[in-house]
């Protein structure tokens, strides 16, 4: 049976270091010790004035297209996850597409929010195993969030980055390799709680009462503490009833990097140690869709996962939108 293998890994961030005093000048305030103790991101990246959330998608495409030994020519389907597009219309993936020269390839975006990138990598994975037209598919997160940061705002000023991360998928006949399992879930009562909403068709930048936040990102109210370990933990135990292995057996877990503290309680509750989560919110901030293949691109880099280990990725974000996958490397 054709499956979807992970052949190439890349991540891209900004030249562009931000750490946490610059927010003790820019608010006044002693956010350092808060932002160490509390969810141990120390510093981050923003993209430059003239950078784009295209411009960090192609640096990590071409890093995971020369791991995986593709040419971009070769590719046969790009999807961009984000929710900080290069325009509303057209996708970013068909920018990412023309300066890469893939000139065969389909395009598309995905937008579940921070969930955009396993959602990505569940649908790359299941062109590849539905339809013999797909060998090489290229899966990009992409995020550029500071570009719609309110910089008063300390809630989301101080933990919004931007960055990039790509993986690409090929097929392979390979017995015990590659995609395993997915699922995804979404709770849409907390569509209003969090996020950018001026600039769509309920609020067009015509509006007359639109203000200058409404197209800014905005935590509207405060998501209960136990709703991402909850549901995190329950995906994984979902994932390995399907796969027939249980979670103190996976090898590595990839999730979404907002709070050191909500993955290390979901490891808890799964009875594993918080080793096998590898997280590099610490010097990178919060990324967003990018967040889960650039710990991956780390991981990959470090030596800390290799061919043969068996993963999780799991990624939630705003709408509620969540994802998982399972994926034996």
Same mark, same amino acid.
Request: hydrophobic letters at 40%; charged letters at 20%; one cysteine or more.
């Given at each position: ?11 891209? %961030?900004? *030249?562009?270091?931000?750490?946490? &005093?610059?927010?003790? /000048? !820019?608010?006044?305030?002693?956010? $350092? @010790? ?29 890093? %995971?297209? *020369?791991?995986?030994?593709?040419? &971009?020519?070769?590719? /046969? !389907?790009?999807?961009?996850?984000? $929710? @900080? ?29 921070? %969930? ?49 991360? %790509? ?163």
């Amino acid at each position: 049976m054709r499956n979807a293998i992970i052949s190439g890994t890349g991540a891209y %961030a900004p *030249e562009r270091v931000i750490d946490n &005093a610059y927010f003790n /000048d !820019l608010l006044g305030q002693d956010v $350092d @010790t808060w932002l160490r103790e509390n969810v141990e991101i120390f510093e981050r990246r923003w993209a430059a004035a003239d950078e784009s959330t295209a411009d960090l998608c192609i640096a990590a495409a071409h890093q %995971a297209l *020369e791991k995986a030994g593709v040419a &971009a020519a070769d590719l /046969d !389907l790009i999807i961009v996850a984000t $929710d @900080t597009p290069e325009f509303i219309s057209p996708s970013t993936a068909s920018v990412v597409q023309d300066r890469l020269g893939a000139t065969r390839a389909g395009t598309f975006d995905v937008n579940s929010a921070c %969930a955009g990138f396993v959602t990505a990598l569940d649908i790359g994975s299941k062109y590849i195993r539905g339809d013999e037209r797909y060998d090489r598919v290229l899966v990009i997160g992409g995020y550029a969030m500071s570009k719609y940061l309110n910089m008063q705002d300390k809630k989301t000023v101080t933990l919004f980055a931007d960055g990039a991360g %790509a993986v690409v998928l090929e097929s392979s006949r390979e017995a015990g390799r590659g995609f395993l399992a997915s699922e995804l879930r979404s709770r849409g009562e907390y569509h209003g709680w969090m996020g950018i909403y001026g600039g769509g068709t309920r609020r067009p930048v015509s509006c007359e009462a639109i203000t200058q936040h409404d197209h800014q990102l905005q935590f509207v109210r405060r998501f209960p503490t136990e709703l991402n370990p909850e549901t995190w933990s329950d995906m994984a135990r979902q994932l390995s009833e399907r796969i027939g292995t249980p979670p103190a057996q996976v090898d590595h877990y990839f999730i979404t990097q907002i709070n050191v503290n909500a993955i290390r309680d979901t490891l808890h509750r799964l009875g594993v140690d918080a080793g096998r989560a590898h997280t590099i919110m610490h010097q990178y901030g919060y990324t967003g869709s990018a967040c889960i293949p650039m710990a991956l691109h780390d991981a990959v880099e470090k030596g800390k996962v290799g061919r043969g280990d068996l993963v999780y990725f799991i990624g939630s974000g705003g709408g509620l939108a969540f994802a998982s996958a399972a994926f034996r490397l």
